[in-house]
């Protein structure tokens, strides 16, 4: 089969699954079998590499047969390449498998001001990237950014392109394929996905900017993944992302997580969403400028400036981003007490003085356990440029690395022998849904 009939296939199972339940099962066809063992493997190698044939046979319980075939199609469709020549007393000494890293994604992270445009291997390491002043409207913005992504596949004629992940300021509708809240970037309600696709001819994938760094943080971080985890994004606005039970939370509308627009005082400042006092208005990087303005006759400088003067010791800078770490942590009390995560990630600039803020805001979050131990506090793995930029890469690879379908008898038990090596995402896709013998 080919590559291109595959990723078809892929994308419509992906887009029109639904969770099972045990008064709603079917029989897995030799198809979803088969689409669900090359996920398997697929990501056996992404997680491993370079890794032989042998041990992805034994890592994931699948028969020695099986493994090769799924690795000959993965190599004609350019997936995975040879690698090195291992190294064995005696035998056939066994070659290696790696991801080609040839294969590219686009990702686009929009911000309200400036938008930056790159292109990642799938091992999420980034060849290039531009930064463009985002448009005043969602027209200008699709016309801007097919044009500029355009001109970057052309200039990387020796890469294939495997699809476009955006991650959004706001709240994008999966059933309505729009993105439906996004105040802080003051568009309309907008559909950004099919402009582009109609222009570079491309698949897109969209996820709201804090659900995508949760999705950073489970496929590329080194770091033992926790099943029930809050993202936190602290930027122009504040957004949460929910990962509960190992399984991302959307939420009706895609709207889970918008904590940042909860008011904690009905007579504080007017957010960008409308209301008053709400969260992101004490704990935004907006909020700590205001705090310095208020200290200053001057205009003041802009986010990054403010931390650099931090650094240097400047008495108002340190003095704005304390309050700005108390208004975070003031927020992480409802946050804590609601959901009760293992961990707490941060995404942010404000992350670069960690040492300063990242007490203030644990303590805060100690303070809010009602019961047993305060879950751990960490700003991401990723660099905070970079980590929106890593979460739209996942969007698009999490629709070939991982499971979509139902399945049953030995497929089922070998898909749980190998489920440990499956990012958690991927593993809820497998494990939410029945399973017939």
């Not at 609601?338 to 707490?344: D, H, K, M, Q, Y």
């Not at 809010?368 to 690879?397: H, I, M, N, Q, T």
Request: hydrophobic share 40%; with cysteine; glycine share 10%.
């Amino acid at each position: 089969m080919g590559g291109e009939s595959w990723n078809a296939r892929r994308r419509q199972t992906c887009d029109s699954m639904q969770p099972m339940t045990f008064t709603h099962s079917e029989v897995a066809t030799s198809g979803t079998a088969r689409d669900i063992n090359r996920g398997i493997v697929l990501n056996l190698i992404r997680r491993r590499q370079p890794i032989s044939r042998a041990d992805l046979a034994r890592i994931s319980g699948l028969q020695r047969s099986t493994v090769s075939l799924i690795t000959e199609q993965l190599i004609r469709e350019k997936w995975v390449i040879y690698g090195s020549t291992g190294r064995l007393p005696r035998g056939r000494r066994p070659t290696f498998l790696q991801l080609n890293d040839r294969r590219a994604i686009l990702v686009v992270d929009l911000r309200p001001t400036t938008t930056t445009i790159a292109v990642s291997d799938v091992n999420g390491r980034f060849l290039s990237q531009e930064g463009v002043p985002t448009p005043p409207d969602p027209h200008k913005g699709a016309t801007k950014f097919s044009e500029k992504i355009r001109r970057m596949i052309a200039s990387h004629p020796d890469l294939v392109f495997e699809g476009i992940g955006i991650s959004v300021p706001g709240r994008f509708d999966a059933s309505r394929q729009r993105v439906i809240f996004a105040p802080n970037l003051k568009w309309p309600e907008f559909d950004l996905r099919g402009p582009l696709e109609k222009a570079t001819g491309l698949h897109v994938e969209l996820e709201n900017a804090a659900n995508a760094c949760v999705l950073a943080e489970v496929w590329f971080g080194h770091m033992e993944k926790p099943r029930d985890m809050v993202v936190v994004t602290v930027s122009e606005g504040v957004g949460v992302g929910i990962f509960v039970n190992g399984l991302l939370a959307r939420g009706l509308n895609g709207m889970a997580g918008e904590f940042g627009h909860v008011p904690l005082d009905l007579s504080g400042p007017r957010c960008s969403c409308g209301r008053q006092g709400c969260w992101e208005v004490y704990a935004s990087d907006r909020a700590a400028l205001r705090y310095y303005h208020e200290s200053t006759s001057s205009n003041g400088p802009n986010f990054r400036d403010l931390l650099l003067l931090a650094e240097g010791g400047d008495t108002l800078a340190t003095k704005a981003l304390d309050r700005m770490a108390h208004g975070i942590g003031r927020g992480m009390r409802m946050v804590i007490t609601g959901l009760s995560p293992e961990e707490v990630v941060f995404v942010g600039e404000f992350t670069r003085l960690w040492d300063r803020m990242g007490p203030v805001i644990e303590a805060e979050v100690a303070a809010s356990v009602l019961v047993g131990k305060a879950p751990r506090v960490r700003p991401a793995a990723a660099e905070p440029s970079v980590a929106r930029l890593r979460g739209a890469v996942a969007l698009v690879l999490q629709k070939h690395f991982g499971p979509a379908a139902p399945m049953r008898g030995r497929d089922a038990a070998n898909a749980r022998r190998a489920m440990s090596e499956l990012p958690a995402v991927g593993r809820t896709k497998v494990r939410r849904m029945t399973l017939r013998t």
